[in-house]
């Protein structure tokens, strides 16, 4: 409480902004959240969002107010600026899958099917405001399909998202099919009362300038992310590496094929 005292020393950001969620929030911002700056917005996004504890200690661990708004986009040539604004406020960069475990070949179908086992952790880090439509979406277009990996509908950009997920680094390509892909939503799905659709092309990691190089031309709202499924530090060397997974399975099947000899 001294700390609190000490640090808020406003009394109408106090009153405004700290008042109004717990007191065990605040504890959690005054430990781990020095920049006022920095911990004002946490204390807005856990109003406008409801966080609880556990959600709030995550958002901060994993960096969000770092990440928020830094995505590779030409949102600000493609969309209005009210919709621009805000969507560029929305995407991530990157993305933090810490809830996922992968091999380090995935693929592309690898990961899309490990974030919709984990629907939830993956809603909870695209952050609030999307709906999930489907996976695999379906698109004919003259005779030929076309499958996009993951469908969401935005309820506060009030559009359609499409998600391309890629295991590689970007490339330039990547942006024409995504450009295709949000040509069709449009066409195809998207309501007279909807916003253009926007696509998120999803890779394990990308250089700026050849994204930035990529999508400057491109008539359609196409933003490049990068995504990380790294444990965060604190487990890292509390859970057991691959080698010693590995051992522990060699172990256990010399352990079994010894019980089965000498049951024979």
């Given at each position: 409480?001294?700390?609190?005292?000490?640090?808020?020393?406003?009394?109408?950001?106090?009153?405004?902004?700290?008042?109004?969620?717990?007191?065990?929030?605040?504890?959690?911002?005054?430990?781990?959240?020095?920049?006022?700056?920095?911990?004002?917005?946490?204390?807005?996004?856990?109003?406008?969002?409801?966080?609880?504890?556990?959600?709030?200690?995550?958002?901060?661990?994993?960096?969000?107010?770092?990440?928020?708004?830094?995505?590779?986009?030409?949102?600000?040539?493609?969309?209005?600026?009210?919709?621009?604004?805000?969507?560029?406020?929305?995407?991530?960069?990157?993305?933090?899958?810490?809830?996922?475990?992968?091999?380090?070949?995935?693929?592309?179908?690898?990961?899309?099917?490990?974030?919709?086992?984990?629907?939830?952790?993956?809603?909870?880090?695209?952050?609030?405001?999307?709906?999930?439509?489907?996976?695999?979406?379906?698109?004919?277009?003259?005779?030929?399909?076309?499958?996009?990996?993951?469908?969401?509908?935005?309820?506060?950009?009030?559009?359609?998202?499409?998600?391309?997920?890629?295991?590689?680094?970007?490339?330039?390509?990547?942006?024409?099919?995504?450009?295709?892909?949000?040509?069709?939503?449009?066409?195809?799905?998207?309501?007279?009362?909807?916003?253009?659709?926007?696509?998120?092309?999803?890779?394990?990691?990308?250089?700026q300038i050849v994204a930035e190089y990529?999508?400057?031309?491109?008539?359609?709202?196409?933003?490049?992310?990068?995504?990380?499924?790294?444990?965060?530090?604190?487990?890292?060397?509390?859970?057991?590496?691959?080698?010693?997974?590995?051992?522990?399975?060699?172990?256990?099947?010399?352990?079994?094929?010894?019980?089965?000899?000498?049951?024979?």
């Amino acid at each position: 409480m001294r700390a609190f005292a000490e640090d808020w020393t406003d009394e109408q950001i106090v009153q405004q902004v700290a008042a109004q969620i717990p007191w065990f929030h605040n504890c959690i911002l005054l430990d781990k959240v020095k920049p006022k700056p920095e911990r004002i917005w946490y204390i807005q996004e856990t109003i406008t969002n409801g966080w609880s504890r556990a959600v709030l200690k995550h958002q901060i661990e994993t960096k969000l107010y770092q990440r928020q708004g830094k995505t590779i986009t030409n949102f600000d040539l493609t969309l209005p600026q009210s919709q621009s604004d805000l969507a560029q406020q929305l995407i991530k960069d990157p993305y933090t899958f810490d809830f996922l475990t992968l091999a380090q070949k995935a693929q592309e179908r690898d990961l899309e099917k490990a974030l919709l086992e984990r629907i939830r952790s993956f809603l909870l880090e695209l952050g609030t405001g999307f709906a999930f439509v489907d996976s695999q979406y379906h698109l004919e277009v003259c005779g030929d399909d076309f499958y996009i990996d993951l469908l969401f509908y935005h309820m506060k950009l009030r559009c359609y998202i499409v998600i391309d997920l890629k295991t590689t680094n970007f490339k330039p390509e990547y942006s024409g099919k995504m450009s295709f892909y949000v040509s069709v939503v449009d066409d195809l799905l998207r309501h007279p009362d909807d916003k253009p659709t926007i696509g998120i092309i999803l890779c394990k990691s990308r250089n700026q300038i050849v994204a930035e190089y990529a999508l400057r031309d491109v008539n359609k709202p196409i933003a490049v992310s990068q995504y990380k499924h790294e444990l965060p530090a604190s487990l890292q060397n509390v859970l057991p590496s691959i080698e010693q997974l590995e051992a522990e399975l060699t172990m256990v099947e010399m352990i079994e094929t010894e019980s089965s000899d000498l049951s024979d």
